[in-house]
């Protein structure tokens, strides 16, 4: 049920106000997630005479019944062939960024069938699979046969082959580790103090460990994210607009992947990515992320006014203090879920495709509770969609000086502004013609391939924090505009200036996001000043709409749009987006690593992976949540307020 000042707002709403809404997320944002028509191409229609690219035998057959199996993914290369017609088809087609290598071919190899190709059945040897299990080489030249006598047979063309990786019974029978073990012992314990303290809770026991134990409670800690009685803060729309936004964001990650999955259809896929219109579909999902950027610098802002004013001290202790609570609610669950990762997440990839899947969590866990991981070790990631914490977090720690700045010297506050707003747009542009970068993501089919590991814009522009800081100010300016016309009672005059801004905002973005369409067909020698100042200007408009678009719902309490946003069903959702955002990597690739392969590429396919990680990813987002990040979150909060007791014993001076 919504409260009764929603459901006001919900009977004076304002279709234009409702226009604008749907209008800024549907065709911003969801159309590019969801973007999955396949368009007619003539230049696919060649792909019917031409080798598949990808081709796997029965992987559970292979095993079935044979100890001494082995499963080699086989990379073969066709070799050059200026008289056969396919070759020059296959170059056409692999000269095409937007297109798959054509003349990179993937054989999913069961070792002992490939064998009985090549050799009669009375000359197969039992042994032979022993000896090609420890002689690499002797190994390689069988399955290079294998797949040669396939590819002359059909299109007499030969390959170098390559073995990417063999699976044996070896990799099915690997004990539990120290590490993993430990894991275990982590989780049974986490059972063990939330089954006590919900029987404690429901027991209504009051005992001088009940602060240690009491917020592990399972009905307190769902009451807790459940009661949208009282708003969270001053903007409870936010919450609705970080949930809708977290939704696609899943519905992005849990789709890409398909991109990497050996496909029977790939010409499908690449009808898709040759549309004359997806350039402006890839722009929407490369500046998705700005507006958790925007997100957080606002209300990093909104936060430290209103503290600001309850408490108008601001020194060393108080900034130690919001450092030591916001890690407080970051690191418990993120160093949970990165144990996971180094551990137990390896074995549940136990596919032949799996390996393409590849963490680095219990190699390089470091980088990311240092929050370094956008910058360090890009190419061998922890949880991949981990930069984007790191990135965030350097971020506040900036924002929180630049504010105490502005605070301690109030006459310095329009320099502050006019120095970040120069930074939002000279910093990217700077980086964008020094490394002789495109303007904006651009894809390629080769770079999704390897998760844009090897992609210098990724690298160098996408992840950076001080490239994303202009997306981060731009919220903090919002956020102390709110302040001020808050402050000073400029509701209605806001109100009104908004709504026009809001409508000029989409135009330009409409104009600057539709010049993607041509800027491919535009030549450019890099270092390039035109694309230099577009690039700027692109990643900067999407900083600034998501600045426009928070204020402007923060001063429109009367329309549907509001009342759909602050919405106790979103409100919920927000609160569990962060939880939701740092299991989504291992719900995503547990899925695709356990997918049957070679798998089809369509709408069903689509809906029906999604909606499996939406559904996976919610509960143990849910989970996390509830066992880990808010438990954790709250008895280290209460310790970092020296409110921490047992009893008649204060565990903590006040450690602040």
């Given at each position: 049920?919504?409260?009764?000042?929603?459901?006001?707002?919900?009977?004076?709403?304002?279709?234009?106000?409702?226009?604008?809404?749907?209008?800024?997320?549907c065709?911003?944002?969801l159309?590019?997630?969801?973007?999955?028509?396949?368009?007619?191409?003539?230049?696919?229609?060649?792909?019917?005479?031409?080798?598949?690219?990808?081709?796997?035998?029965?992987?559970?057959?292979?095993?079935?019944?044979?100890?001494?199996?082995?499963?080699c993914?086989v990379?073969?290369?066709?070799?050059?062939?200026?008289?056969?017609?396919?070759?020059?088809?296959?170059?056409?087609?692999?000269?095409?960024?937007?297109n798959?290598?054509?003349?990179?071919?993937e054989?999913?190899?069961?070792?002992?069938?490939?064998?009985?190709?090549v050799?009669?059945?009375?000359?197969?040897?039992?042994?032979?699979m022993?000896?090609l299990?420890?002689?690499?080489?002797?190994r390689?030249?069988?399955?290079?046969?294998?797949?040669?006598?396939?590819l002359?047979?059909?299109?007499?063309l030969?390959?170098?082959?390559?073995?990417?990786?063999?699976?044996?019974?070896?990799?099915?029978?690997?004990?539990f580790?120290?590490?993993?073990?430990?894991?275990?012992?982590?989780?049974?314990?986490?059972?063990?103090?939330?089954?006590?303290?919900?029987?404690?809770?429901?027991?209504?026991?009051?005992?001088?460990?009940?602060?240690?134990?009491?917020?592990?409670?399972?009905?307190?800690?769902?009451?807790?994210?459940?009661?949208?009685?009282?708003?969270?803060?001053?903007?409870?729309?936010?919450?609705?607009?970080?949930?809708l936004?977290?939704l696609?964001i899943?519905l992005?990650?849990?789709?890409l992947?398909?991109?990497?999955?050996?496909?029977?259809?790939?010409?499908?896929?690449?009808?898709?990515?040759?549309?004359?219109?997806?350039?402006i579909?890839?722009?929407?999902?490369?500046?998705?992320?700005?507006?958790?950027?925007?997100?957080?610098?606002?209300?990093?802002a909104v936060?430290f006014l209103?503290?600001?004013?309850?408490?108008?001290?601001?020194?060393?202790?108080?900034?130690?203090?919001?450092?030591?609570?916001?890690l407080?609610?970051?690191v418990?669950?993120?160093?949970?879920?990165?144990?996971?990762?180094?551990?137990?997440?390896?074995?549940?990839?136990?596919?032949?495709?799996?390996?393409?899947?590849n963490?680095?969590c219990?190699?390089?866990?470091w980088?990311?509770?240092?929050f370094?991981?956008?910058?360090?070790?890009?190419?061998?990631?922890?949880?991949?969609?981990?930069?984007?914490?790191g990135?965030?977090?350097?971020?506040?720690?900036i924002?929180?000086?630049?504010?105490?700045?502005?605070?301690?010297?109030?006459?310095?506050?329009?320099?502050c502004?006019?120095?970040?707003?120069?930074?939002s747009?000279?910093?990217?542009?700077?980086?964008?013609?020094?490394?002789?970068l495109?303007?904006?993501?651009?894809?390629?089919?080769?770079?999704?391939?390897?998760?844009?590991?090897?992609?210098?814009?990724?690298?160098?522009?996408?992840?950076p924090?001080?490239?994303n800081?202009?997306?981060?100010f731009?919220?903090?300016?919002?956020?102390?505009?709110y302040?001020?016309?808050?402050?000073?009672?400029?509701?209605?005059?806001?109100?009104l200036?908004?709504?026009?801004v809001?409508?000029v905002f989409l135009?330009?973005l409409?104009?600057?996001?539709?010049?993607?369409?041509?800027?491919?067909?535009i030549?450019?020698k890099?270092?390039?000043?035109?694309?230099?100042?577009?690039?700027?200007?692109?990643?900067?408009?999407f900083g600034?709409?998501?600045?426009?678009?928070?204020?402007?719902?923060?001063f429109?309490?009367?329309?549907?749009?509001v009342?759909?946003?602050?919405h106790p069903?979103l409100?919920?959702?927000?609160?569990?987006?962060?939880?939701?955002?740092?299991?989504?990597?291992a719900?995503?690739?547990?899925?695709?690593s356990?997918?049957?392969?070679?798998t089809t590429?369509?709408?069903?396919?689509?809906?029906?992976?999604?909606?499996?990680?939406?559904?996976?990813?919610?509960?143990?987002?849910?989970?996390?949540?509830?066992?880990?990040?808010?438990?954790?979150?709250t008895?280290?909060?209460k310790?970092?307020?020296?409110?921490?007791?047992?009893?008649?014993r204060?565990?903590?001076?006040?450690?602040?």
């Amino acid at each position: 049920m919504c409260s009764s000042e929603t459901c006001r707002g919900m009977k004076r709403f304002s279709s234009a106000d409702t226009v604008v809404f749907w209008w800024y997320i549907c065709c911003c944002w969801l159309l590019p997630a969801v973007y999955g028509t396949n368009f007619a191409s003539s230049l696919m229609k060649m792909q019917w005479k031409l080798p598949k690219l990808f081709k796997y035998d029965d992987f559970d057959e292979c095993r079935k019944g044979n100890p001494r199996f082995q499963y080699c993914i086989v990379q073969a290369v066709i070799r050059p062939n200026e008289s056969s017609d396919i070759w020059h088809n296959i170059s056409l087609l692999s000269a095409n960024p937007l297109n798959f290598p054509h003349d990179h071919l993937e054989r999913g190899i069961c070792l002992h069938d490939c064998l009985r190709r090549v050799f009669p059945v009375e000359q197969l040897e039992i042994d032979q699979m022993e000896i090609l299990a420890s002689n690499d080489e002797l190994r390689l030249d069988y399955l290079s046969r294998c797949v040669n006598m396939e590819l002359e047979a059909s299109h007499q063309l030969q390959t170098s082959a390559s073995i990417l990786h063999c699976l044996s019974e070896e990799n099915f029978l690997s004990s539990f580790g120290l590490a993993d073990q430990c894991f275990l012992g982590m989780v049974i314990a986490l059972v063990l103090l939330v089954g006590v303290a919900t029987v404690r809770d429901c027991k209504g026991s009051d005992s001088k460990y009940d602060q240690l134990i009491q917020p592990f409670s399972l009905p307190h800690n769902i009451n807790k994210l459940l009661n949208t009685a009282k708003s969270d803060g001053s903007l409870p729309h936010l919450e609705g607009l970080r949930a809708l936004f977290m939704l696609v964001i899943i519905l992005v990650h849990s789709s890409l992947p398909f991109i990497r999955m050996p496909l029977n259809n790939p010409e499908d896929m690449e009808s898709q990515t040759n549309h004359l219109t997806f350039p402006i579909w890839n722009s929407g999902n490369t500046h998705m992320i700005t507006f958790f950027f925007a997100l957080g610098g606002m209300v990093l802002a909104v936060s430290f006014l209103s503290q600001i004013e309850r408490s108008p001290t601001v020194d060393f202790r108080f900034l130690l203090k919001k450092l030591l609570n916001r890690l407080a609610r970051l690191v418990p669950a993120y160093a949970f879920v990165i144990f996971y990762q180094a551990t137990l997440f390896k074995r549940t990839k136990q596919r032949p495709h799996a390996a393409r899947f590849n963490d680095y969590c219990s190699e390089y866990w470091w980088t990311n509770l240092l929050f370094i991981n956008n910058y360090v070790h890009l190419d061998e990631p922890c949880m991949k969609f981990g930069w984007y914490l790191g990135a965030d977090f350097q971020l506040f720690l900036i924002g929180m000086a630049i504010m105490t700045l502005i605070w301690k010297f109030p006459k310095t506050k329009k320099a502050c502004i006019g120095v970040v707003v120069f930074v939002s747009f000279w910093v990217p542009g700077y980086v964008i013609y020094v490394e002789k970068l495109d303007a904006t993501m651009m894809f390629s089919m080769r770079h999704a391939l390897t998760e844009l590991r090897e992609y210098d814009f990724f690298e160098k522009f996408y992840t950076p924090g001080h490239i994303n800081a202009g997306s981060y100010f731009f919220g903090m300016i919002a956020g102390n505009l709110y302040h001020h016309i808050s402050q000073n009672k400029l509701h209605s005059s806001a109100e009104l200036y908004l709504s026009k801004v809001l409508y000029v905002f989409l135009t330009v973005l409409f104009f600057l996001n539709g010049f993607l369409v041509m800027l491919p067909s535009i030549p450019q020698k890099k270092p390039s000043l035109f694309l230099s100042i577009y690039g700027s200007a692109l990643k900067a408009i999407f900083g600034i709409g998501h600045g426009i678009l928070f204020l402007y719902f923060g001063f429109k309490t009367n329309s549907m749009s509001v009342a759909f946003l602050q919405h106790p069903i979103l409100r919920v959702m927000g609160r569990l987006s962060y939880s939701i955002y740092i299991v989504q990597y291992a719900v995503i690739y547990t899925i695709y690593s356990n997918m049957s392969i070679p798998t089809t590429y369509s709408g069903f396919n689509l809906i029906f992976v999604t909606s499996a990680v939406l559904f996976m990813s919610f509960l143990s987002g849910a989970i996390l949540h509830l066992v880990v990040e808010v438990p954790c979150a709250t008895v280290l909060k209460k310790a970092i307020d020296g409110k921490l007791d047992i009893g008649s014993r204060k565990i903590s001076k006040k450690l602040l």
